[in-house]
């Protein structure tokens, strides 16, 4: 029944149907009839107000629409199309500089708004045409411009680390609490931000990586902006690359650095954010009424999403388990060859799989606290897993046929560009994303080390 549940919900999900109500509606029809027949015991849901009553009062949820709200504000202010404009002007006179430039943008926006969707649409109607327009490669331009937007997934503050944080709290609690420890460890969403950081950078310093070796292996995918159209004074490219990267930078290290530095939690971070975005918009004249309702309105859709799924996904996981899914799935993980190793490998690749037909935020919400508790009780560091599966979700994005940033970019891109040649473009840095995913495998301290040295 439980292996029933959850092929009844990814069945209704491709049929079109929200996911919240998917998620909820299958799972109640499932404990119906398990109950009619026996096999349901529908005490089980009595927990779900309490379930509900604890996300409405978490305090570390407030951040998600505190960072939504920063991200839509940010979006308004015009901030990537002033970002681009300068990027080029300073990369654009080597091959491959375009490409640079929007990688690096989409590195910014990331740790600005770490909304993939609004990144992606933005760099596609800002970068798109122009990159066209100097004879770039489609396939190449699009694949950056997709996998750059992504990169809102791992690098802090991430929507999606402060889920996968909230998640993976309860699972790594309930796992000790099964393991006999009773003064539990607790693991936070600052620890994520600060554990993704180093994957972070690596991850967009292999994407440049990969630039840099197509215009030396195919120098004509890539093309240089001609001379002629490059700003010919240093001085006042210099003058505008500090007022334009200034601003944003600095929101950064107000919203990282707080958490860095003990100062804030991630939620009084995202406060923070969202109170400079509102400067940074008004600085840059781009903040009315109208613009600030219109802000608010994107907010509390996002957000709304966001906690309807909630329900939804606490409605599965009651039935889940009052249909013994949690030890299923604990028989089957734990008996799997090799282990500790074996289990994570067939988690990761689940997860990678799924990716390709559902969402990071249904992912998170209804695979996580499944196998989350299994893999901690192994003895797995929570802060090197939650990346590991933030790494994993972000290839979610642009794994065909259903990645959502494919999605965002062929509803904005020229007719000319072909949906083949999207997927094309994204093959590279899926791989990428893999050999990432490898490494911090291999290497867990690239995850683990930088939130030893900041917290002990």
């Known amino acids: 029944m439980p292996l029933f549940l959850f092929i009844g919900v990814v069945a209704v999900l491709l049929l079109g149907?929200?996911?919240?109500?998917?998620?909820?509606?299958?799972?109640?029809?499932?404990?119906?009839?398990?109950e009619a027949l026996g096999w349901f015991d529908p005490s089980f849901l009595e927990a779900l107000p309490n379930r509900l009553y604890g996300v409405i009062t978490n305090e570390t949820l407030i951040a998600v629409p505190l960072f939504v709200f920063m991200g839509v504000m940010l979006e308004r202010s015009r901030i990537a199309e002033h970002l681009l404009d300068t990027m080029a002007m300073l990369f654009g006179s080597v091959r491959g500089g375009l490409g640079i430039s929007v990688t690096?943008?989409?590195?910014?926006?990331?740790?600005?708004?770490?909304?993939?969707?609004?990144?992606?649409?933005?760099?596609?109607?800002l970068s798109l045409p122009v990159m066209l327009r100097r004879n770039y490669d489609p396939a190449v331009a699009a694949g950056t411009i997709c996998a750059s937007g992504?990169?809102?997934?791992?690098?802090?503050?991430?929507?999606?680390?402060?889920?996968?944080?909230?998640?993976?709290?309860?699972?790594?609690?309930?796992?000790?609490?099964?393991m006999g420890v009773w003064s539990p460890d607790t693991v936070s969403v600052g620890d994520l931000f600060v554990g993704a950081l180093v994957p972070g950078m690596l991850l967009v310093g292999l994407y440049l990586l990969y630039q840099v070796g197509l215009a030396i292996t195919r120098p004509q995918a890539v093309p240089a902006i001609p001379a002629d159209e490059r700003p010919a004074d240093r001085g006042e490219l210099a003058r505008r690359v500090v007022s334009v990267l200034l601003p944003p930078l600095l929101l950064v290290v107000a919203v990282l650095g707080s958490i860095l530095?003990?100062?804030?939690?991630?939620?009084?971070?995202?406060?923070?954010?969202?109170?400079?975005?509102?400067?940074?918009?008004?600085?840059?004249?781009?903040?009315?009424?109208?613009?600030?309702?219109?802000?608010?309105?994107?907010?509390?859709?996002?957000?709304?999403?966001?906690?309807?799924?909630?329900?939804?996904?606490?409605?599965?996981?009651?039935?889940?388990?009052?249909?013994?899914?949690d030890d299923l799935v604990t028989e089957f993980l734990t008996g799997l060859p090799g282990g500790v190793v074996g289990a994570v490998v067939v988690v990761m690749l689940?997860?990678?799989?799924?990716?390709?037909?559902?969402?990071?935020?249904?992912?998170?919400?209804?695979?996580?606290?499944?196998?989350?508790?299994?893999?901690?009780?192994?003895?797995?560091?929570?802060?090197?897993?939650?990346?590991?599966?933030?790494?994993?979700?972000?290839?979610?994005?642009?794994?065909?046929?259903?990645?959502f940033s494919l999605f965002y970019l062929r509803g904005v891109a020229p007719a000319g560009v072909g949906t083949a040649q999207i997927y094309r473009g994204v093959l590279p840095y899926i791989l990428i994303q893999l050999v990432m995913l490898a490494m911090l495998a291999l290497w867990p301290a690239l995850a683990t080390w930088l939130p030893g040295m900041i917290y002990g």
């Open 17 to 34: 149907y929200p996911v919240a109500l998917s998620l909820g509606g299958t799972a109640l029809a499932f404990a119906l009839a398990g």
């Open 104 to 125: 690096l943008v989409g590195m910014l926006l990331a740790a600005s708004t770490g909304i993939v969707g609004a990144t992606v649409v933005t760099m596609g109607l």
């Open 150 to 178: 992504t990169l809102g997934q791992i690098i802090p503050p991430s929507i999606v680390l402060v889920l996968l944080g909230d998640v993976l709290s309860s699972a790594y609690q309930q796992a000790q609490l099964e």
């Open 261 to 325: 530095g003990g100062l804030a939690t991630p939620t009084e971070a995202a406060s923070v954010g969202a109170v400079g975005a509102i400067v940074l918009a008004a600085t840059r004249r781009q903040l009315s009424l109208k613009i600030l309702r219109e802000v608010v309105r994107q907010t509390a859709t996002v957000t709304s999403m966001v906690f309807l799924i909630f329900v939804g996904a606490a409605i599965f996981s009651l039935v889940f388990r009052g249909f013994h899914g």
């Open 350 to 403: 689940v997860m990678f799989l799924l990716g390709f037909i559902l969402d990071f935020i249904e992912i998170t919400f209804v695979v996580v606290p499944i196998v989350g508790p299994v893999l901690l009780a192994m003895g797995l560091d929570p802060v090197w897993l939650g990346v590991m599966i933030a790494l994993n979700l972000q290839t979610s994005f642009l794994t065909p046929p259903f990645g």
